[in-house]
């Protein structure tokens, strides 16, 4: 994006699993050969899956881990339940299976307090033997987590100066610096999956900032966007990779909430369906939802991050029919390599993008805008001799069932993030994004009662958009039990004055004045006994009055949350939390203006899809020729350089200011 003009230039390319690096450096090369110089880039914002992938796949480093002495089993125990949903009833129900092993794992003899003070010294000999049995076993990374360490950091950070004698060049992860809060078992899971993902997140953050050197791009501003929707430098993103699990899904969320603003929309539901999972999220009145814990793949992460739904359903999803007979739909994807069947890479087997292609929703000739061409007879094959032959079907047929399957699951993804909530789906306009989002959009409409759908002009590159429209964001937590009723609003001031001050010195260090940084004080409430907490926005606490007003917001947040409140019991303070934000150049995507232009000279012919089981003549619309105020009906099909629209029979579109695609029901 052009700072100056407001100019949007966009590249899509195909991924290097190998080497992520690698696609990204190809896009670049792309964007110098328009005539642009490496000196020119002075922003540069990069959303990663790497850490995700390293996590889902269990290919992580191999990770040690020390606990205070007699509470290994924290580790192994977890939760001491089973997870909500369908889990509950599932006879074959595992774990997840630990990322280090109890051979991997060390006692450390020291004990602090819960109230911080020290119970016994740390014991340093025995430590260093430990130490050495751990470093013969060739251990990359270690994560320390010892009990109360948030309250008394000493004995973890005495812990890591002594693991660089014994072990040099092994990472190290603190649970007082990764998450210094509450709840063992959350804390001990998040810290893990930091020392699981940070040499593998170390080493490729590493390899990409040499590269973009070499190619002359030396601007300071080189960030990684971080789950919680906000942006990290690359060496803070090194050290703290576990806030990068969301990074890739993170910023097409942050995009979504710039649409929102800029249409009026506030209630919006994004759908990001890629080539391999689809992610969703909820946004309420112009504003994402942040939760303070989630889970990936089953593993618990106490970290700020964008409440996003995945499942595995993209564009490079599996069908196959299994040895009962029946037809399955995913959850193993093709990849980039080698890819559907239709893009000729050596692929057999058939996706749902070969199943799109079937059923005349994609082009032929006019896929990322005529730079590759389509094999309709690969994909035809593939869905024959997988699904169509063994079950007896007609080509077109499986292909339609299997597109259906796939919708559904996605559909229950969209439910459980709305509905299962207390949302009404009707007050809410999908935004569809991702290389086969738009295609699957009206399907989505129709069958959820959604108010309709927006579709952004460049689709298929929208997370990528909303890195460029991010700001910097770190997150401070710091847990400190006490009633609200019995501490003193002085004590409140403090702590939150010792986080800004830790925080305006971190942004400080990355170039930001302070008047470009806004600070955002939290507090974690909860009813004294409760064993979960409301995150609630605070102003600034000098008076009792304050206190007073903290309490009746709780209240009414518990009411609005729970559908009850206990307006006569105590309320308890459990964690201080900072939101730092550092503010970059805004930029905002241009507004267009109609240019007069028929509508027939964006259309570029028909052909035969398929809707409901019967073959239908389609219209074909070129989205670059499409203007501000054009409307048209479907059935038709909207193809340009980085996606496809499909619009079902009874649906119609707008364009507005923005050249999204305003799809609704036609009444």
Do not use: W
């Not at 992938?53 to 125990?77: D, M, P, R, S, W």
């Not at 618990?300 to 029919?321: F, R």
Request: a negative charge; charged letters at 20%.
């Amino acid at each position: 994006m052009n700072e100056t003009t407001g100019e949007t230039t966009i590249a899509k390319v195909p991924s290097t699993p190998d080497d992520p690096s690698l696609a990204i450096l190809t896009g670049v090369d792309q964007f110098l050969g328009g005539g642009r110089s490496a000196e020119q880039v002075r922003h540069f914002c990069h959303g990663t899956t790497v850490g995700t992938n390293a996590l889902l796949e269990t290919k992580g480093a191999k990770t040690g881990l020390l606990v205070t002495q007699g509470f290994t089993g924290i580790y192994e125990v977890a939760e001491q339940a089973r997870p909500h949903g369908s889990a509950i009833f599932d006879v074959q129900y595992k774990k997840p299976t630990p990322l280090v092993p109890a051979s991997l794992m060390a006692e450390v003899v020291e004990r602090v307090a819960s109230d911080g003070s020290i119970l016994t010294h740390l014991d340093e000999t025995a430590l260093r033997e430990s130490l050495r049995g751990l470093r013969q076993r060739g251990i990359e990374s270690l994560a320390v987590c010892l009990l109360f360490s948030f309250l008394e950091p000493g004995h973890e950070e005495r812990v890591r100066d002594i693991i660089a004698e014994e072990i040099p060049g092994c990472e190290v992860s603190l649970s007082c610096e990764i998450v210094p809060q509450i709840r063992e078992y959350h804390r001990l899971s998040t810290t893990v999956i930091n020392a699981y993902l940070q040499p593998i997140l170390a080493r490729y953050i590493g390899r990409l900032g040499q590269r973009l050197a070499e190619v002359g791009i030396a601007t300071p501003q080189k960030y990684i966007m971080q789950s919680n929707g906000g942006m990290s430098t690359f060496g803070a993103t090194s050290r703290k990779g576990v806030a990068t699990v969301l990074s890739g899904p993170a910023g097409g969320v942050t995009a979504s909430v710039a649409v929102a603003k800029e249409t009026g929309l506030g209630d919006l539901i994004t759908f990001d369906m890629g080539g391999t999972s689809c992610d969703v999220a909820l946004i309420k009145d112009g504003q994402p939802v942040i939760a303070n814990r989630g889970k990936v793949e089953g593993r618990d992460i106490s970290m700020p991050m964008m409440d996003i739904n995945t499942v595995s359903a993209g564009g490079g999803t599996l069908a196959h029919v299994d040895d009962f007979g029946v037809l399955q739909v995913g959850p193993h994807s093709s990849g980039a390599v080698p890819g559907p069947a239709c893009y000729g890479r050596g692929g057999t087997k058939p996706t749902i993008t070969d199943c799109n292609l079937v059923l005349g929703y994609l082009p032929v000739g006019n896929f990322l805008g005529g730079k590759m061409r389509l094999d309709h007879a690969k994909a035809q094959r593939a869905v024959r001799d997988a699904i169509a032959d063994p079950l007896g079907m007609d080509v077109s047929e499986a292909a339609e069932g299997i597109v259906r399957i796939i919708d559904v699951k996605m559909q229950e993804a969209i439910k459980a993030i709305s509905t299962m909530r207390g949302h009404d789906l009707r007050d809410f306009m999908l935004l569809p994004f991702g290389g086969a989002g738009p295609i699957h959009a009206g399907r989505m409409v129709r069958e959820l009662n959604l108010a309709g759908a927006v579709i952004p002009l460049h689709p298929g590159v929208f997370s990528a958009m909303g890195l460029v429209m991010s700001d910097v964001k770190h997150d401070y937590v710091r847990s400190l039990l006490r009633n609200l009723d019995g501490i003193a609003p002085t004590e409140i001031s403090s702590v939150f004055d010792q986080m800004e001050t830790a925080a305006r010195r971190d942004l400080r260090a990355e170039g930001f004045d302070d008047d470009k940084v806004h600070i955002r004080p939290l507090l974690d409430l909860r009813y004294a006994g409760q064993g979960y907490e409301l995150t609630l926005p605070v102003g600034a606490v000098s008076t009792s009055a304050d206190l007073t007003v903290i309490k009746r917001n709780f209240d009414a947040e518990h009411e609005k949350t729970f559908g009850h409140c206990a307006e006569g019991e105590t309320v308890e303070i459990v964690s201080f939390r900072i939101e730092a934000t550092g503010f970059v150049p805004a930029i905002d995507r241009k507004k267009y203006k109609a240019e007069g232009t028929d509508i027939a000279q964006a259309r570029l012919g028909t052909r035969t899809a398929r809707f409901d089981g019967q073959d239908r003549d389609t219209t074909i619309y070129q989205r670059e020729k499409l203007d501000v105020g054009h409307r048209f009906t479907g059935p038709a099909v909207v193809e340009q350089f980085d996606c496809t629209t499909v619009v079902l029979p009874g649906q119609s579109v707008l364009v507005d200011d923005y050249k999204n695609l305003i799809l609704t029901e036609t009444a």
